[in-house]
T-cell receptor, first 113, second 113 residues
Framework: DTAVSQTPKYLVTQMGNDKSIKCEQNLGHDTMYWYKQDSKKFLKIMFSYNNKELIINETVPNRFSPKSPDKAHLNLHINSLELGDSAVYFC????????????FGPGTRLLVL | KQEVTQIPAALSVPEGENLVLNCSFTDSAIYNLQWFRQDPGKGLTSLLLIQSSQREQTSGRLNASLDKSSGRSTLYIAASQPGDSATYLCAVPPGGGADGLTFGKGTHLIIQP
């Protein structure tokens, strides 16, 4: 059984479009995260949600809007896509905020043309 | 602001050797430290998590140590195998709460058959 899943796995789109990436975890965790891995493979936290509430937003442009319909889901919506948004986006979850092992999804590879 | 550095950036060794990967962090006020493995084009797999009160953790051929006061951790891999080839990432949560993880840039490891 997949613990943290993301869809789609690949996303190719034109500049200016709006797209969404979905994330689901079946681990019963309270906290979910979105990370961005850039072309140099550097991973950086974008958002953190605890029990459906936004905890941190690490200076991410407001074109990025996370939405958590319930504790098991954290979706990422991106408006007006730019070339620089091309990256791999990883969703993760942990049992509690900041104290436990984080489990990562397989990633969504976004390419903006 | 927490910064994580990993040395070396890349390492290539013959199969069977024991090796050490290094990680240092600037702010010693951490809850824990986590080591991950990332295979090309894949997500992150958690290898070991060391709580701040612990000195080391072991899993199979892997041993991770933590010296919180000096801001250092090492990942020891015994009897390396070609299947160990991957990028190894060290990460720490900056403090309490859902702060996400701050990652190093990783050590790209190649084990030569």
């Amino acid at each position: 059984d997949t613990a943290v899943s993301q869809t789609p796995k690949y996303l190719v789109t034109q500049m200016g479009n709006d797209k969404s990436i979905k994330c689901e975890q079946n681990l019963g965790h309270d906290t979910m995260y979105w990370y961005k891995q850039d072309s140099k493979k550097f991973l950086k936290i974008m958002f953190s949600y605890n029990n459906k509430e936004l905890i941190i937003n690490e200076t991410v442009p407001n074109r990025f809007s996370p939405k958590s319909p319930d504790k098991a889901h954290l979706n990422l919506h991106i408006n007006s896509l730019e070339l620089g948004d091309s990256a791999v986006y990883f969703c993760a979850s942990s049992l509690r905020a900041g104290e436990e092992t984080q489990y990562f999804g397989p990633g969504t590879r976004l390419l903006v043309l | 602001k927490q910064e994580v550095t990993q040395i070396p950036a890349a390492l290539s060794v013959p199969e069977g050797e024991n090796l050490v990967l290094n990680c240092s962090f600037t702010d010693s006020a951490i809850y824990n430290l986590q080591w991950f493995r990332q295979d090309p084009g894949k997500g992150l797999t958690s290898l070991l998590l060391i709580q701040s009160s612990q000195r080391e953790q072991t899993s199979g051929r892997l041993n991770a140590s933590l010296d919180k006061s000096s801001g250092r951790s090492t990942l020891y891999i015994a009897a390396s195998q070609p299947g160990d080839s991957a990028t190894y990432l060290c990460a720490v949560p900056p403090g309490g709460g859902a702060d996400g993880l701050t990652f190093g840039k990783g050590t790209h490891l190649i084990i030569q058959p």
